[in-house]
């Protein structure tokens, strides 16, 4: 594995990237730590006829699993740059082995070796 500041720069890059997104169709909040979907306002500010609210509903949807997916990425990136702090970064967290430095540059907040991938996304979040 590379050193971990080579990473630590990559996921401070996508932290910025995530929230910027983010903060586009959601607000956060510090005291839960918790981001959650806001209403795209020129959508609601129309008047409510059928289609209107159709598409609002629509676009809702949309945007709430938009910000769960960004809210997972900016989880695991919070987590990878925690266990940075603690020495921790770079093991997997099914298995206890070192991840594959390949694994990690492709997505330096993988929380799994090559061989568990598919149990990532049954972590706890
Ligand atoms: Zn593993």
Same mark, same amino acid.
């Given at each position: 594995m590379k050193d971990t500041a080579f990473y630590k720069?990559?996921?401070d890059a996508a932290l910025v990237a995530v929230v910027t997104e983010l903060s586009t169709i959601g607000v956060y909040d510090a005291?839960?730590?918790n981001w959650e979907a806001v209403p795209d306002q020129d959508i609601s500010n129309e008047d409510a006829d059928e289609n209107t609210s159709a598409d609002f509903v629509e676009s809702w949807n949309e945007?709430? =699993?938009t910000l769960s997916?960004?809210?997972r990425e900016y989880r695991d990136i919070?987590?990878?740059l925690k266990k940075i702090d =603690?020495?921790?970064y770079g093991i997997c967290e099914v298995?206890?082995?070192q991840i594959e430095e390949k694994r990690l540059d492709a997505r330096p907040d993988a929380r799994t070796c090559i061989a568990h991938m598919n149990e990532e996304s049954q972590l706890p979040m």
């Open positions: 720069d990559k996921l005291v839960n730590d945007r709430r =699993a997916d960004l809210e919070k987590r990878a =603690a020495g921790t298995s206890g082995e």
